[in-house]
């Protein structure tokens, strides 16, 4: 039996993309493989670490008036041989899986797939990030992805660069233009700002030429003050 490294179970709304407000319980798993998006708001250095049924244990505890569960990080994909037995046993207690992922690991995705209901896919632009591009990983996953039900979101910055924007957009496209784009303008963390509303809109004018739905969602639990 596998054991994961967990930061934190708890039970709150969720703040991004286009499940913006429903009730969660979120499962945040330990360590990314990226490490250091410019962006990152959950650098978090502790966790515990659990066995599979003991982090089932502590999710029945939870009132079960949520929606799904989120499985977050962190990068969850990390941990795939954990997942692949956790997100079992998920599954056959009835409980809906909502997969919080960096996009970026499409092997580990292909392994638990059959699991998860529901992937909020992060869409990783170079100019924002102040990392190297993962297009094609992103694309691969994106492929992937496509036997569930699928939205790709992408964090904007002052910084970010319309060739990016179109790069993302073009790879989409190719894909399926009918998958749901959520551009995110940063909440301000690390010196990265929020980009102006003028910029958002022609970013979301550019992808409208390619795709059927572009929707711009700001992080709502940040403005609200919730966890
Ligand atoms: S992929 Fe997510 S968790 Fe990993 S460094 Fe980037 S923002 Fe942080």
Known sequence: MEKAKISEVFYSIQGEGVYAGIKQVFVRFYGCNLGSCRFCDTRISSYKEYYAKDLLDEIVHFNDDYHSISITGGEPLVQKKFLKEFLLALKVIGKKVYLETNGTMPGALREIIDYVDIIAMDFKLPSATRL??????????????????VFVKAVV???TLEDDIKVMRDIIAEINPK???VLQPVTYINGAREPEAGKLARFQDACLDKLEAVEIIP????????R
């Open 132 to 149: 190297r591009d993962f297009w094609r990983e992103h694309a691969e996953f994106l492929n992937i992805a496509l036997a569930k039900e």
């Open 179 to 181: 998958v749901v784009l």
């Open 219 to 226: 992080q709502i639990h940040r403005l609200a003050g919730i």
């Open 157 to 159: 910055t002052a910084d």
